[in-house]
Every structure is written in C-alpha cells, then in structure tokens.
C-alpha cells in the first residue's frame, strides 16, 4: 500500500487553474522525483500534500496520506501531522532558519511542538537528530547559530528539522538548487542514507532531470500543471513517450552547433592579478586585515574562443569577471585586452571598455524597472564619444533586438512585459550593441528553465559565428560549460589550478579539485540513441 | 502593471481613500479662505463674543467674537504651508546627501553625512526649534526652518537605506560597466526606484509637520497674531475649556483630522506601492 497517494487533484487560485488532474503515488522507502520547468505546477503539488497553500487557493480530488485526505482535515488536524507525519525541505537555507535562535533550540522546537515532552529530552533528540544528518555535537554544538554555518551545514539542519519526529513522508523542493556541486552530491547521498533508514517516502521536486534521474525510484515530467509522463527510473529514459520529455531530456543535453574556429592571436590576457580586500578590523584600533580573492591568476582567451571559468561560490569568479570588466583595480598583475590595459593611472580605460561586455545571471534584476527596452539597451552607448542620434540610433536598436530573436518594436515595452528568457535576449541585445569584441558571460543561463536554457545557448553560439565574438563563459554548472566551451579553467580557492582544453579537461582531469567536482556532477544515465 | 490596474488597485485602498479624502478637505478649505471666508478673520465682534455653534456661526466665534470655521479655514492655510515647505526643505537636501552616502558608502564622506544627521537626531527636535524661535524671533518662517532642519535626516538616512540595497542590483552593475559615474547612476538608476518610499514618508512628515507648527503656534513661537493658527487657538481657548468647549474642540478636531488623514494617506500609498503588501490584502 502507498504512503501518498494523489488522485486527480486539481488546484485553483482566485479561479486561475493551476493543477489539473494529478496522480502520482509515494511508497514507504521509496523516491519519487517530480520533474518540471517553472510554472509547471511542481511545487503547487508539494504544497497541496502539506496543506500550505496561498489564501484563495482551492483544492479537489483526493491527496491521501497515512490513510486519511488531507483535503478534508481540518486545520488544528493538519498542524498535528506537519512535522510529525509530513516534514519539508525548501530550497534556500538561507532563509529557512531563524537566525538569532540556535540550531539545537530550532530541532528542538519542532519535538516540543508535537510531543509532551521535557525541554531536556527534546534537546536530547535534537542531538540525536543532528548527529543524523552528520553534523556532530563535538564538531558542530547546538549552541551554533545558523550564521556560523555554511549553507550545505544549514541545509543539513533544515532536514533535520523535518525528520527528527521521524515523518513517514519527506517532501524536498529543490533541496540542492542554491547550493554548490560538491555540497550538492553530499546532500542528496544524505537524503538517500535517511529514507533508507527510516523507510520514509521522499518526495522530491527539482527542474534538473541529471538531479533526480540519479536518486529517484520513480519519476514524474510536470507540464503546466499536468502530469505528462511518470514511470520507474532509470527505466523510463530509454521509452520516453510523451514529446515535452524529449525535449525535456534533449534540452537538458543539448550541444549548440558552434562553426568558428578560434584565431591563435590573444585578445584577453590575464596576467599575475592579485585582489585582495579588506576584512573587518579587530577591534576600533586593530588593523584591518586582508582576503585574497583572486590570487596570481593568469590566462589568455584567444580571439574567438569560448572559455569556460569554473569554480564553486565564494571562488573569486566574481572578482575577477569586475576586475575585467575594470570596475575594481587590482593590486598587482595587468589585464589586457588586445595590448591595451583596462586600467590606466587608476581610471578604466573607455577605449577598452567599449570593446568588453557583460550579460548577468538573474534576468529579473538587471534592469531597472522603471525604463523602457530601449532606454535599457542603448545604456552602453554612454561609452562611446559620439553615440548615435536620431535613425542610426533607431537601427542600431533594432539590429540589437533583432539579431536576439526579438523585433525592432519590442522597444517601446517596458521590461516587466518579457519572460525570464526573453529578458536574458535583451541583456544580450544591451551587450552588443555597442558591437564588443569581448562578451562577459556570468551565469548567463543558470537561473533559466533547461528549454530556454538551449534556446540562449543556440543564440549565443550562432551570434558567435555570426559577428566573431569572444566568450568567457563564467559558470558553476560544469555540464554546460562542457556543452559551450573550447578550453576551460578550473578556480579554486582564488587560484587557477587546472587548464586545459574542454575535452581534456572533463575526458582527463588532472587536479585533485577537478576531480571532485566532476565525481559530483550529477549526470544523466547513459543512453544510448536507440 | 498597467495605468488602470493602478488605478483600480487605488480606488479599492480603503485607508488611502479615506485619507485622500480627509487631507482634500482640509488642502480645499485652506484654497477657498483665499477668496471667500464666511467672516473676515480680523474683524472682532466682542457682542458676539464666545458664542456655541449657530446658523450665523456654524462652529460659534471665541473670545474676540470671531467666526471660528473662518479661522479654521485660513489656520489651514498656514499649517499646510509650513509643513509643505519643510517637507521641500527635508527632501531637497536630505534626498541627495543620502544618495551621496550611498554612493560613496564606506567612505568619509559616507561618515560625515551620517554623522552629521545622528547629530541632528540626536536633539530633541520641538526644543530646537524652539531656541531657533527663541534667538531669531517667533515667525511662520523660522517654525518652517526649525521643522525642515529636522527632516533632513530623517529623509537622507531612508535614501541611504534604500539606495544602499539598490547598488548591488545588476542593473547598477550593467550601467557601470556601461561607464555610467556614480552621479548618473543615483540620478538614473537610483532616486526613480526610492521615489515611492520617499513619498510614503514625505505624506508622513508631512502630518509631522502640521502636528509640529501646531505645537510651536500654542507656545507662541509659531505664526503671529492677527494669522489665525490652529495651535494658538488652542491656546487662546484653553482657560474657557470649562464653559466654552467648542473654542478647543473645533481647532483640535481639524488638527487631528488633517494628521489622521495624511498618515491613512501614506500608509494606503505604502500598500499600493508595494505588490507583495498589495497581493496579500486582496
């Protein structure tokens, strides 16, 4: 008998449908892995189980756990199975935890609430419940504030958390979506180790098939609210039925045609840059210290390659794209592109700078949202000496939004009216039409759904072709940099430590770190194209 | 969203409703006394003299006999002016030495604007202005100055905070990198996106204002006689509290109407600028 069982559940809010008809069922001891692009309704249905849906929000069907419907329970009922029968994990554990409250108050709190027991023996299982997810009393004491740990650590709480009444189903959404590769693989292992102990249901939602394909018994594609295909995994990628799950699976491996062939000259060179900062001084009158966040690092992007810059967060990624881009000075090296230095007696160059451009992870935030498109891409014509006027200025911008895949009259639109695809176009569009030779990619596809993940990436290797553009292409997701890339650099710590081309690099990697980052890639089964 | 959606959302917004409502009343009755008073507010009638509201006196007159709705009228227009002119003298400067802060955070001149409005805040503000009335002289103006020194920091330090969160933006970072200097980035990219919070509190000082002039009038240290003032009517009236209830009341009643209005008014354009605020209240 199945510990949850979701028979056509259909979901409204304020009479907006947004479920229709789900099924899906969860065993004890078993994961079931539900797989959607955003607005798919995933994390809709993970919220139905729990009965945390928005106010307006209207449910039918029939969603029974442990025997009863939730449906039909009343809310004092439901507050009495939240955590004792059902636990959840969210996706940022930034912000799951209270801060000014200690992780062994936080776990214990969750026993309190359930059960009528002493604050010492709650304390008790709470250490038990810690020492679970890996996060030892001697190592790690439940005096420890959130703060004070990393975010793989705090997700570690949060699942703590929701299991220490030891729940017959665990919902995860998107447990391991803000978190970095390698902490990424340890906690799904952790994930895995606990449902296997336990023998609970894990219910896990993600928008990364390699993520769940993976860990998942059974899988489930959501599509706008329905469900298009489910069956036992790894089974299931070899008789893949349903059209939207190719496409799922093909986008999510997809290999951008790339013609160009990269020139033996050098147009960026990187060499010896150090950038340290500042910390917090010690006390009014101690002196500040330093961080070293990128330390002696050099390389060379030739005109026309595509290089990829890898690394996990907090690598100095980041500080090194500002420091090309001439927004940082840098303590000591040069950085030159085509000979001539980015930095001159402590300005930014404006010459090179009209010849480098960037395109930003979040596709919400890097616009203002209070200009209209073509404010928002003529933005780096304040570059240029004498910016183009009246019609050349007007062509300038439909060349830059057709040539994304968008028309000439998308201009008078303000950015509020575009998808998250659609406004990673207009950031392309804002980066070359100042015609650079240099494109600065920082994330550029993280934050997008896989389909339109291809789609940027198809764009950006035709664009290449097309107008002979350089990339650096700046990214945590090594499957893509594989997809994008001729040579890749692998950052740890501030420092380059491996660099080679992309198929020596992921065929043959030579450093430890690279290694490990591999090992914790998590990869779609091999599937042959029968 | 669109115009209309706007709109809409606005005219459902009970609390800005009510609020828009009650300051139109009073910025109304302050716009009529310009041209048309029920009784001319210099004119004493002392046969008339603290009469309980009447078809010729619809609010009743006080100890000189005048009309006390027509003081009402023209106190408005003082009260309004002061504290719209200290709320201009708050933003214009407070405004850019909070962007200034924000942009050049960190640094000295970060400290010495923040400094210098701790500095500020730090005095009990009716006291100042009640030495800057002590050593210039009691007048409308030096109430105005008085009031509008103390909200300059009260506007620097919410641009600075906001403004703060807008520099790490990517946009921020797209216009630099565009070669945008700080200046064009506050002015184009900043000040539009703290403009709605800057005119939540400006509606909130703006009651702070009137509440203040009305404190400094029934000191004496406001507008002077003959302008009629909602403070001092007040306090002409308060040793006739026992047997002439309606000298005190009315005044009261407008001052606190006009404040209840304008705070109903910011917090109503808070929710409607903010759409999480917004979608929860639906």
């Given amino acids: ?530 | 969203m669109n115009g209309g959606g706007l709109m809409r959302a606005a005219l459902t917004n009970r609390s800005l409703v009510i609020g828009l409502v009650l300051s139109l009343v009073f910025v109304g009755a302050a716009l009529i006394s310009f041209v048309w008073v029920p009784q001319d507010v210099t004119a004493l009638d002392i046969a008339n003299k603290i009469k309980p509201p009447s078809a010729a006196h619809p609010l009743g007159t006080d100890h000189f006999g005048r009309d006390i709705l027509s003081m009402i009228m023209v106190g408005a227009r003082t009260s309004i002016a002061v504290a719209v002119v200290a709320v201009v003298i708050g933003m214009g400067l407070g405004v850019p030495l909070g962007l200034a802060a924000a942009a050049r955070r960190g640094s000295l001149l970060d400290e010495v604007i923040m400094r210098g409005n701790d500095l500020v805040f730090a005095f009990p503000s009716l006291l100042i202005a009640i030495m800057i009335t002590a050593v210039f002289g009691p007048s409308a103006l030096n109430a105005i100055i008085a009031i509008g020194i103390f909200n300059i920091p009260v506007f620097a330090r919410l641009t600075r905070g906001a403004a703060l969160s807008l520099w790490t933006r990517d946009y921020v970072l797209a216009a630099r990198v565009a070669g945008k200097g700080a200046v064009r980035i506050s002015a184009e990219h900043i000040l539009p996106n703290v403009t709605n919070l800057l005119i939540v509190q400006g509606t909130i000082q703006f009651s702070l204002g009137i509440l203040a002039e009305a404190a400094l009038s029934y000191v004496g240290l406001g507008a002077q006689p003959p302008i009629p003032s909602w403070g001092r009517m007040l306090a002409d009236s308060q040793t006739m509290i026992s047997f002439a209830p309606h000298m005190a009341i009315f005044p009261g009643m407008a001052i606190l109407l006009t404040v209840l209005g304008l705070n109903l008014m910011g917090d109503g354009l808070r929710d409607l600028f903010d759409p999480r605020i917004r979608r929860d209240r639906r």
């Fill in chain 1, 1 to 530: 008998m199945s510990l949850l069982q979701i028979e056509g559940l259909n979901l409204a809010i304020h009479d907006y449908a947004i479920l229709h008809d789900v099924s899906l069922s969860v065993g004890p001891g078993q994961i079931v892995g539900v797989i959607g692009e955003s607005g798919s309704g995933k994390s809709m249905t993970a919220l139905a189980v729990m009965q945390l849906l928005p106010e307006g929000a209207r449910a039918t069907g029939r969603v029974i756990l442990d025997g009863q419907d939730v449906l039909r329970l009343s809310e004092a009922e439901l507050c009495g199975m939240r955590g004792r029968v059902m636990g959840m994990v969210f996706q940022e554990p930034m912000t799951a935890l209270n801060p000014i409250q200690t992780i062994g108050d936080q776990v214990a709190e969750t026993i309190l609430v359930h059960e009528r027991v002493s604050r010492t023996e709650a304390r008790e299982r709470a250490r038990q419940a810690l020492a679970r997810v890996e996060l030892p009393e001697d190592r790690f004491p439940l005096t420890r504030y959130p703060h004070e740990l990393s975010g793989g650590q705090r997700q570690r709480v949060v699942i703590a958390m929701a299991i220490a009444l030891r729940p017959r189903l665990l919902i995860a959404d998107e447990p391991t979506t803000a978190l970095d590769v390698t902490t990424q693989a340890q906690i799904l292992t952790l994930l895995k180790r606990l449902v296997q102990e336990d023998g609970m249901g894990l219910l896990m939602i993600s928008h990364d098939l390699a993520v769940v394909a993976d860990m998942a018994d059974h899988l489930v594609i959501m599509r706008h609210g329905r469900v298009v295909e489910s069956g036992p995994s790894p089974d299931l990628f070899h008789r893949m039925q349903h059209p939207y799950s190719k496409a799922l699976l093909a986008a999510s491996t997809h290999q951008p045609d790339r013609a160009a062939q990269p020139q033996d000259t050098p147009l960026l060179e990187v060499r010896g840059v150090i950038r340290d900062y500042a910390t917090a001084r010690k006390g009014i009158w101690g002196k500040p210290g330093t961080f070293r966040a990128v330390d002696d690092v050099s390389f060379r992007i030739r005109r026309g390659e595509s290089l990829g810059l890898v690394g996990e967060s907090g690598c100095g990624k980041s500080t090194l794209t500002r420091a090309i881009l001439g927004l940082e000075e840098v303590q000591a090296g040069s950085i030159l592109l085509d000979g001539q230095p980015v930095f001159t007696g402590h300005k930014p160059n404006r010459a090179v700078r009209r010849r480098m451009q960037v395109v930003f992870q979040d596709p919400y935030g890097s616009f203002n949202p209070r200009h209209r498109v073509e404010r928002l891409v003529t933005e780096p014509f304040h570059l240029l000496d004498t910016p183009p006027q009246g019609a050349a200025r007007d062509d300038a911008i439909a060349e830059a939004l057709e040539s994304v895949g968008l028309t000439a009259d998308d201009r008078h639109k303000y950015i509020h009216e575009f998808s998250g695809g659609q406004r990673q176009r207009i950031a392309i569009a804002r980066a070359l039409i100042i015609k650079p030779d240099l494109i600065i990619l920082d994330e550029a596809v993280s934050a997008l759904d896989v389909s339109i993940r291809a789609q940027i990436l198809d764009l950006l290797a035709d664009l290449g072709d097309r107008l002979g553009l350089t990339y650096l292409f700046i990214s945590h997701d090594l499957s893509v940099v594989r997809q994008v890339t001729d040579r890749v650099l692998v950052m740890q710590a501030g420092k380059i430590v491996e660099q080679g081309t992309t198929a020596t690099i992921f065929d043959a990697p030579a450093h430890p770190y690279t290694r490990q980052l591999l090992a914790a890639t998590p990869r779609l089964p091999d599937f042959e194209n029968t």
